[in-house]
């Protein structure tokens, strides 16, 4: 893989080789980025996959907070709206771990 560089002013990261004149994300010029060591690149390359899984699970969170908006809608019997219910706490506390684990990664240049 080709060197990461990080923009300077906003935190963007791609291939050195990728890289245009400008920032695609701030327009910062060129000579604003620097190359990642390769401890750093490994951390982003390595962390790239889970925090996609991270987001895949927030989204499936907020598709079950949804269904049970639905299903306590419908209210076909009280035991039912009761799993409904659940199901959307359950959820908000899964999808605030995974954010919570997100901001980790960033804090640790795991993006």
């Not at 906003?10 to 390769?38: I, M, Q």
């Not at 889970?50 to 209210?75: Q, Y």
């Amino acid at each position: 893989m080709e060197k990461l560089v990080k923009c300077s002013v906003c935190g963007y990261v791609c291939e050195e080789n990728k890289l245009g004149t400008n920032c695609p994300k701030c327009g910062a010029p060129k000579e604003k980025f620097e190359v990642l060591s390769d401890e750093a690149a490994d951390k982003i390359i390595n962390s790239d996959r889970t925090n996609d899984i991270h987001m895949d699970m927030i989204n499936l969170c907020m598709a079950i907070e949804s269904l049970g908006d639905e299903g306590e809608e419908i209210a076909l019997d009280p035991n039912c709206v009761s799993v409904f219910k659940k199901a959307q706490d359950m959820a908000w506390e899964l999808k605030q771990m995974c954010k919570a684990e997100l901001a980790g990664h960033m804090s640790k240049g795991k993006w």
